[in-house]
């Protein structure tokens, strides 16, 4: 007798939805949560949100730079685990889920344009929202870049910026936008639970952060629907975020005009 190969069988409503909320619970979702919590506690303060600060990308121990560098990049690493299981669980066959969502080289062109364009007309107006917000009392002082001055900061930030990209893109916005369609959520529903989410896990920022983000989240997610493709985005999000922690790690006390 010649063994009989089970047919996979289509998983269920229950299932993806279950599947996403772990994901998500297990990545950005438990950020949200955390930030939800942390703007609550910078609310009940005595000092106004305005003078409080965010300090991103912080040393743990700068008297120690070895220990440092291995602490920073275990955390990097750690934190892109998500990313693969989220590609994991798109994988229904080998090397799926990185085409399902775009997140291959087929391209490099439009990836690489596109993301820049995006980087463009995402940050300048950023900028003024966040200078704005922080004028009006609404968002906190951002730090973005406070390790010790060492030789292996500049590349340390770029792959943190990297990181960021492929957790916030990849799970918040290509895995999630591809479950939610496939649970039957509609253009705007999904475009909006997105931006929600986005918005969410920033609010640690204040809430110029999370008007900020949630904003960025409705254009991303409307680029991906229309071109199925996360890559540009890691691009665009990458250089934002290169730009925002490099950019002060080195010109921090040319740029005293930013609070």
């Not at 730079?65 to 994988?91: E, K, M, R």
């Not at 966040?130 to 390790?147: D, E, H, K, R, T």
């Not at 591809?178 to 986005?198: D, F, M, N, P």
């Given at each position: 007798?010649h063994p009989?190969?089970?047919t996979p069988?289509a998983?269920t409503r229950?299932?993806?939805?279950n599947e996403?909320?772990i994901?998500?619970g297990v990545?950005?979702?438990?950020?949200?949560?955390?930030?939800?919590?942390?703007i609550?506690?910078r609310?009940t303060r005595?000092?106004?949100l305005?003078a409080q600060?965010a300090?991103?990308n912080?040393s743990r121990?700068?008297d120690r730079?070895?220990l440092?560098?291995?602490?920073q990049l275990?955390?990097i690493?750690?934190a892109v685990?998500?990313?693969?299981l989220a590609?994991?669980?798109?994988?229904?066959h080998?090397?799926?889920?990185?085409?399902?969502?775009?997140l291959?080289?087929?391209?490099?062109?439009?990836?690489l344009f596109?993301g820049?364009?995006?980087?463009m007309?995402i940050g300048i107006?950023?900028?003024?929202?966040?200078?704005a917000a922080?004028q009006?009392?609404?968002?906190?002082?951002?730090?973005?870049a406070?390790?010790?001055?060492v030789?292996?900061?500049?590349?340390?930030?770029?792959l943190a910026a990297?990181?960021?990209?492929?957790?916030?893109e990849?799970?918040?916005?290509?895995?999630?936008?591809?479950?939610?369609?496939e649970?039957?959520?509609?253009?705007a529903a999904?475009?909006g639970a997105h931006?929600?989410l986005?918005?969410?896990?920033?609010?640690?920022?204040?809430f110029?952060?999370?008007i900020g983000n949630?904003i960025?989240g409705?254009?991303f997610?409307?680029?991906y629907?229309?071109f199925?493709?996360v890559?540009?985005?890691?691009?665009a999000?990458?250089?934002?975020?290169?730009?925002?922690?490099?950019?002060?790690?080195?010109?921090?006390?040319?740029?005293s005009?930013l609070?």
């Amino acid at each position: 007798m010649h063994p009989t190969t089970a047919t996979p069988t289509a998983p269920t409503r229950a299932s993806l939805r279950n599947e996403m909320l772990i994901v998500l619970g297990v990545s950005i979702g438990a950020s949200a949560i955390w930030a939800a919590l942390r703007i609550v506690e910078r609310l009940t303060r005595e000092e106004a949100l305005a003078a409080q600060t965010a300090a991103l990308n912080v040393s743990r121990t700068p008297d120690r730079p070895w220990l440092d560098l291995v602490w920073q990049l275990t955390g990097i690493s750690l934190a892109v685990v998500p990313v693969f299981l989220a590609l994991y669980l798109l994988n229904r066959h080998p090397g799926q889920g990185v085409r399902l969502i775009g997140l291959d080289l087929r391209q490099p062109r439009f990836d690489l344009f596109g993301g820049a364009g995006l980087a463009m007309l995402i940050g300048i107006p950023g900028l003024g929202l966040y200078l704005a917000a922080y004028q009006w009392g609404m968002s906190v002082q951002i730090a973005p870049a406070n390790l010790a001055a060492v030789w292996w900061a500049v590349p340390v930030l770029m792959l943190a910026a990297l990181q960021n990209a492929l957790l916030e893109e990849v799970v918040g916005l290509g895995y999630l936008m591809t479950r939610l369609r496939e649970l039957g959520w509609g253009v705007a529903a999904a475009v909006g639970a997105h931006a929600l989410l986005r918005g969410s896990y920033h609010l640690y920022q204040g809430f110029g952060g999370f008007i900020g983000n949630a904003i960025m989240g409705v254009i991303f997610a409307l680029f991906y629907l229309r071109f199925k493709r996360v890559m540009p985005l890691v691009v665009a999000h990458t250089l934002l975020d290169v730009g925002a922690f490099v950019g002060y790690a080195l010109f921090r006390d040319q740029i005293s005009w930013l609070p």
